[in-house]
């Protein structure tokens, strides 16, 4: 018998059976599965005996993904991201903004990840909510953190920043609200395709002001530090003004071989027992993962894992669902790339153009920290309806973006240390701008908008976005009353904050109370 829900009667007798039958039977089961089906899996071809044992396993596999998420976001991410925040002609704010954004969430976004697909099973209400949950936790993750340290922020950055976004949010509540007839009325389908217009037209232009503004500053600022330098004695060498470097013969290929595979070293700061534990992850993620850092030797430069990276780069974006096409012309275009770099570089001489290596070092490391992020929500997802029988949108408002919140906080606390506090501001803003400008081109392109379901707003959603504008609108004059600072006080006021809407959501879902919102949950929302 197939279910709406991933879940089986609480009356019935849960044996290995009976989730064998429900995982292979009940589309929704599959829903998030990229990588593998673990209730498939676990109860058909291992035929696990009870759900606990399931539920160990899971909380096994949720620890190792998150170890894994931490060393990829905090030692191989976060480098070459400061790299490229130092080159850029931009301030740290702008570099962050226009750098973050695009290159953490390229794998989400380019990715042809068909869960409104109306030929398959329309889900469009969870996609929606995830969205929408993502987008919450993105601000209160982000805010919390910065409020830990602290920082002043400059107050018409502070104004700017969320005007756009609370701009996005207005609209996007608005034409997400509406009732499309695709269908029946072709107008509403170009009346859709014009509000993704408008949405991506107004994103362009927010990227535009913040870069033009941003490298203005920047270029203001270059010509006061030039008017105070004395001399050209100061400059570093007479091969920064030819643009070459020179072979390094102190070195050898087998030093910097060495110095980038050395986990136990590389991970100094991190706790002994998780140094030894992730060294061979490390080990293999270092050969193919180019780390851009002023710490290592030639600056972090190693030609053989920047060409392997390259060659591994479109490997690893198969999962994303990529079209045939598509797929040839990323592993073409990467693999060409990956000869000329072998071809025109010497592993003992640092490039010119060392930037665009650290580029790619965050785009690997990136499609890498999504698709572990897709395994935490499958493995979460799976679990949670399984045992717990609660609502599909209810479970991606609660419990999905795990892995995007966990890599969030490490990339803010290491800038923090680093005592980068502008880019802190512009890595959260960055999050909660991209998630909410691109949500409904988002919507429409993976067909969310259809025949078979065209309202996609559920009452748990719309409580959700109810509490996005209260917490956006509360701490922007939180923030603006503290003198522009980030204070503790703010961190504990979205703390019971978020205490209270997960109640409020919870009592919702057991039908305690009414939802906070327009739309009322029907009894049979499956």
């Keep these: 018998m197939a279910f709406n829900r991933c879940s089986l009667p609480k009356e019935s007798f849960r044996n290995a059976n009976e989730t064998c039958g429900l995982a292979r039977s009940t589309p929704s089961c599959g829903s998030f599965v990229y990588l593998m089906n673990y209730l498939d899996v676990f109860f058909c071809v291992f035929q696990l005996p009870t759900i606990s044992t399931y539920g160990l396993i899971s909380a096994i596999l949720l620890m190792a993904n998150l170890s894994l998420l931490f060393m990829l976001t905090k030692y191989f991410f976060v480098p070459n991201l400061v790299a490229l925040i130092k080159f ?16 953490f969430f390229a794998s989400y976004y380019n990715s042809f990840w068909e869960i409104c697909d109306p030929r398959k099973l329309n889900l469009s209400p969870l996609q929606f909510a995830k969205m929408m949950g993502d987008i919450m936790r993105y601000i209160l993750i982000g805010v ?61 232009m927010v990227l535009l002001v913040i870069f033009v503004v941003s490298h203005a500053t920047f270029q203001r600022s270059e010509v006061k530090s030039k008017q105070t330098q004395e001399n050209y004695e100061e400059m570093d060498s007479g091969d920064e003004i030819l643009g070459k470097y020179q072979k390094q013969r102190a070195f050898s290929r087998r030093e910097i071989w060495l110095g980038a595979v050395n986990g136990y070293w590389n991970m100094a700061d991190s706790n002994v027992i998780y140094r030894v534990t992730m060294m061979p992850a490390y080990f293999v993620l270092s050969n193919f993962i180019p780390v851009i850092s002023k ?26 669902g990529f079209k045939a096409v598509s797929w040839l012309i990323v592993l073409l275009t990467c693999w060409t790339l990956s000869i000329l770099t072998f071809i025109s570089t010497h592993s003992l001489r640092r490039p010119d153009n060392i930037w665009i ?33 609660v609502l599909p949108d209810m479970t991606a408002l609660m419990y999905f973006g795990v892995g995007e919140m966990f890599s969030e906080s490490i990339v803010v606390r290491c800038l923090q240390k680093r005592k980068m506090w502008d880019a802190t501001f512009g890595v959260v803003m960055s999050l909660v701008t991209y998630a909410i400008f691109l949500a409904f081109p988002l919507l429409f392109y993976q067909g969310c908008y259809n025949p078979k379901c065209s309202i996609i707003v559920t009452s748990a959603t719309e409580t959700t976005i109810h509490f996005i504008f209260l917490i956006l609108t509360t701490s922007l004059l939180h923030i603006s009353l503290s003198g ?3 204070r503790m006080s703010l961190l504990i006021y979205l703390l019971v904050l978020t205490v209270f809407y997960v109640t409020i959501q919870w009592m919702t879902h057991y039908s305690w109370i009414l939802s906070l919102a327009t739309l009322h949950k029907s009894k049979n929302n499956g």
Excluded at 367 to 386: D, H, M, P, T
């Design 295 to 320: 710490d290592r030797i030639l600056i972090g430069w190693n030609k053989y894992a920047s060409c392997l990276g390259l060659v591994i780069l479109p490997i690893i974006c198969m999962p994303h």
């Design 88 to 103: 850029a002609p931009m301030t740290m704010f702008g570099s962050s903004f226009l750098l973050f954004g695009p290159i």
């Design 484 to 486: 522009y600072e980030f």
């Design 357 to 389: 290596f650290a580029l790619l070092g965050m785009i690997i490391s990136s499609v890498s920290i999504n698709l572990l992020s897709r395994e935490i929500e499958n493995i979460a997802y799976q679990y949670i309806s399984l045992q717990f029988d």
């Design 144 to 204: 919390m953190v910065i409020c830990l340290q602290g920082y002043r922020v400059d107050g018409v950055t502070l104004w700017s920043s969320m005007s756009f976004i609370l701009t996005g949010m207005i609209y996007l509540y608005i034409v997400v609200k509406k009732s499309y007839n695709v269908h029946l009325i072709v107008a509403d389908l170009y009346l859709i395709k014009f509000r993704v217009t408008v949405f991506l037209y107004t994103f362009i």
